[in-house]
């Protein structure tokens, strides 16, 4: 056993027992009536973690769950204040691959880590090209498209300019409902908002994202999808996020398009 040195005196000498179990609010640490039922629960979820089992907080949001919601916001609060006093720092802030040996390192080790279709589109590729008009074939058959899209989990729901563009319908009672959750599809394709029994469908797309996913213009985008959704018998509206700046002619556009007979494509006259 290694003696003490000098001046080397356990904290808790001349402590007695009851002292010391008062220091802890559930009793002893590693006995008695210390495992409360709480505790045991608690062990049960280490257990289970440790052993391949999920997270408790697995599948949840802070949009959906109080205490996670709680949680984010204090981490928010705190690294902002530390942030501000200048106690917590990026190390990269600022700094880019020309600039930084780091940075230059890191981005030359992952250059070729991820798939071969990085950076490439359906329309610039061969073999992505097939695999898209293969899953477009798959995706007429609603069974699989409804059980790919779950599998999927695609709860960002609606997006920021598909809310926007709910709210105004909302606002002004405009007759048409959300579907872009994948709750309704048109032979394989999943439309924004629809009107079934008036077949009028509303699109909405941003302009940066027919560029960048895409690989196209809005123009494009939209002449596509009209085309699209008009030999299926639905009159098509496309709008993009500048039409929010004049909110009127897009309900206008709406209110003709739902309140005019039954659309009906010209090649079914």
Known sequence: MPKFEKGNIPWDKGISKKEFLSHF???????????????????????????????????????????????AKNVSKTRLKLHANGTLKSWCKGLTKETNKSLQSTSTHMIGRFGYGKGQTKY????????????????????????????????????????????MFLKNKINISYVGNNSFYVNGKCPDFINKKRKV?????????CEKLNDETFSSYKRRRIAFF?????????FSEKSLSNPEKVINSVKIALHTSLYKHKNND
């Not at 008009?230 to 496309?238: H, S």
Request: glycine residues 6%; charged residues 25%.
């Open 201 to 209: 469908i509303v699109e909405v797309r941003h302009t940066k994202v």
């Open 25 to 71: 609010k559930h009793g002893h640490p590693m006995k008695g009536e210390h495992h409360t039922v709480k505790t045991k629960a608690l062990m049960k979820k280490n257990h289970w973690s440790k052993h391949g089992g999920h997270a408790w907080s697995k599948g949840l949001t802070k949009k959906t769950d109080v205490r996670l919601a709680s949680l």
């Open 230 to 238: 008009n030999r299926q018998g639905f009159k098509c509206l496309v």
């Open 124 to 167: 610039t590729n061969k073999i992505i090209l097939h695999h898209a008009k293969v899953m477009q074939e798959k995706m007429k058959n609603k069974a699989y498209a409804k059980e790919t899209f779950s599998r999927l989990h695609l709860s960002a729901r609606p997006t920021s300019l598909e809310h926007q563009f709910q709210s």
